[in-house]
């Protein structure tokens, strides 16, 4: 499975983006779907997670209420809604897909990033 992260940019405080995790190869109907981020001198941290059979999710304490993980009809597509987004929310998102829903990084496959930026 290859995934490609995007819909990453440049916004104020308070205000929303939406990410985009698409595969190809496979469609992601077989696995569970997360979204981890990278702050620049920081450890890459888990932000939310989605299981496609059953639709649970599953966030991190400091996204919840404000960040939704969903999917699209077609299979193909996880998507990260990211509301009322804060200074501390600025780092690279990375989606992966793996065998369960998961807060470590014991996906098997990765996508390459997609930066978000949001200024004070």
């Known amino acids: 499975v290859q995934l490609q992260a995007s819909g990453g940019g440049l916004v104020q405080a308070g205000g929303s983006l939406r990410l985009s995790c698409t595969a190809s190869?496979?469609?992601?109907?077989?696995?569970?779907v997360g979204w981890f981020r990278q702050a620049p001198g920081k450890e890459r941290d888990f932000v939310a997670a989605?299981?496609?059979?059953?639709?649970?999710?599953y966030y991190a304490d400091s996204v919840q209420g404000r960040f939704i993980i969903s999917e699209s009809n077609t299979k193909n597509t996880v998507y990260l809604q990211m509301n009322s987004l804060k200074p501390e929310d600025t780092a690279v998102y990375y989606c992966?897909?793996?065998?369960?829903?998961?807060?470590?990084?014991?996906?098997?496959?990765w996508g390459q990033g997609t930066q978000v930026t949001v200024s004070s």
């Open positions: 989605i299981t496609w059979s059953g639709g649970r999710t």
């Open positions: 190869g496979r469609t992601l109907s077989s696995y569970a």
């Open positions: 992966a897909a793996g065998p369960r829903l998961s807060s470590s990084s014991d996906y098997y496959y």
